[in-house]
């Protein structure tokens, strides 16, 4: 749900409801990974991997990368921070593995950005291999729209939710009401450059009610999909952020009465008693193309599990 064109968003839309968070370290979370239904992965680097263990976890991200072990699904790997002394080793070893895209913690302005792109070009990444920019400071909210702009091979703004809440000296509160500000910097810039945004993670495994409603509150606030750190929030995290049967088949029947009227020489369309716009018709075809790309995917993913 890209924030270009609807037509451009048409043809680029990637579903990424639901992106999990796998810690490279543990090959067993690793191999489970293969059955579990996220539309896209992330073999963590970072926050899941103890110091003396990240130079096997970065071996065994890009192996599993290397040998294609999720199938079609999209996959990625977080490599340790540009101020760390990992940062340099890990997107060498990303960029010759090629993953889907490398997510990059604590990037706060474009000159950050450029980096990444620099050091994966010098490494020969493949096109193929995007940017995923988390942000998650202060500094970070402010230059969003530079962050967003400032490579053609940044694909995803990722929110950290905790770092940032961490840093403004907030509290974890239902509807968080404190973040809300920096989300919606980020929402814009995302938006207005036509980039993917996801939603930070939500910290209590046990509270599925919780975790839903903010599901509800990262959609209905324009997020594409959640970034998440238990399998067990796959499933509901999928159904919150597709589009529902009732918006399908309602888009469905704008299509219709729109085509109807132009082919009649009208330049008005009504449906259920309501005047249809341009605007309007284009968010029913972004909402079609949004439900075709997930059922595809789906149809994908049971396919491979299929065959295992």
């Given at each position: 749900m890209s924030g270009t064109p609807a037509g451009a968003a048409a043809l680029a839309y990637r579903p990424?409801?639901?992106?999990?968070?796998?810690?490279?370290?543990?090959?067993?979370?690793?191999?489970k990974a293969r059955g579990i239904p996220a539309d896209a992965l992330i073999l963590d680097l970072e926050d899941a991997v103890a110091p003396d263990a990240k130079e096997a976890a970065r071996e065994r991200a890009c192996a599993k990368v290397a040998d294609q072990a999720y199938g079609g699904r999209e996959v990625t790997i977080r490599?340790?921070?540009?101020?760390t002394r990992w940062h340099t080793d890990d997107l060498r070893a990303v960029a010759a593995a090629g993953p889907d895209g490398v997510v990059v913690p604590k990037i706060s302005s474009a000159q950050d950005v450029h980096a990444v792109e620099k050091s994966l070009e010098a490494a020969g990444a493949p096109d193929r291999t995007r940017i995923w920019a988390m942000v998650e400071t202060p500094v970070a909210m402010l230059h969003a729209e530079e962050i967003a702009r400032a490579s053609q091979?940044?694909?995803?703004?990722?929110?950290?939710?905790?770092?940032?809440?961490?840093?403004?000296?907030?509290?974890?509160?239902?509807?968080?009401?404190?973040?809300?500000?920096?989300?919606?910097?980020?929402?814009?810039?995302?938006?207005?450059?036509?980039?993917t945004?996801?939603?930070?993670?939500f910290n209590d495994i046990r509270d599925l009610d919780?975790?839903?409603?903010?599901?509800?509150?990262?959609?209905?606030?324009?997020f594409d999909g959640k970034t998440l750190i238990h399998?067990?929030?796959?499933?509901?995290?999928?159904?919150?952020?597709?589009?529902a049967q009732a918006q399908v088949e309602e888009?469905?029947?704008?299509?219709?009465?729109?085509?109807?009227?132009?082919?009649?020489?009208?330049?008005?369309?009504?449906?259920?008693?309501?005047?249809?716009?341009?605007?309007?018709?284009?968010?029913?075809?972004?909402i079609l193309a949004v439900s075709e790309a997930i059922a595809a995917l789906d149809r994908e993913a049971a396919a491979g599990t299929a065959g295992q």
């Amino acid at each position: 749900m890209s924030g270009t064109p609807a037509g451009a968003a048409a043809l680029a839309y990637r579903p990424r409801r639901s992106v999990l968070y796998m810690p490279a370290a543990n090959e067993r979370a690793l191999e489970k990974a293969r059955g579990i239904p996220a539309d896209a992965l992330i073999l963590d680097l970072e926050d899941a991997v103890a110091p003396d263990a990240k130079e096997a976890a970065r071996e065994r991200a890009c192996a599993k990368v290397a040998d294609q072990a999720y199938g079609g699904r999209e996959v990625t790997i977080r490599v340790n921070g540009l101020d760390t002394r990992w940062h340099t080793d890990d997107l060498r070893a990303v960029a010759a593995a090629g993953p889907d895209g490398v997510v990059v913690p604590k990037i706060s302005s474009a000159q950050d950005v450029h980096a990444v792109e620099k050091s994966l070009e010098a490494a020969g990444a493949p096109d193929r291999t995007r940017i995923w920019a988390m942000v998650e400071t202060p500094v970070a909210m402010l230059h969003a729209e530079e962050i967003a702009r400032a490579s053609q091979r940044l694909a995803v703004l990722v929110m950290g939710t905790n770092d940032l809440a961490n840093e403004l000296h907030a509290e974890h509160v239902p509807g968080r009401a404190p973040l809300l500000p920096g989300l919606g910097l980020c929402l814009l810039a995302a938006r207005a450059v036509g980039v993917t945004i996801l939603d930070g993670v939500f910290n209590d495994i046990r509270d599925l009610d919780g975790f839903e409603a903010e599901c509800l509150q990262g959609r209905q606030l324009g997020f594409d999909g959640k970034t998440l750190i238990h399998p067990g929030q796959v499933e509901p995290c999928n159904r919150a952020f597709a589009p529902a049967q009732a918006q399908v088949e309602e888009s469905k029947d704008i299509l219709a009465a729109w085509e109807e009227a132009l082919a009649s020489g009208h330049g008005v369309a009504t449906v259920n008693g309501r005047m249809i716009e341009n605007l309007h018709v284009n968010n029913a075809r972004r909402i079609l193309a949004v439900s075709e790309a997930i059922a595809a995917l789906d149809r994908e993913a049971a396919a491979g599990t299929a065959g295992q």
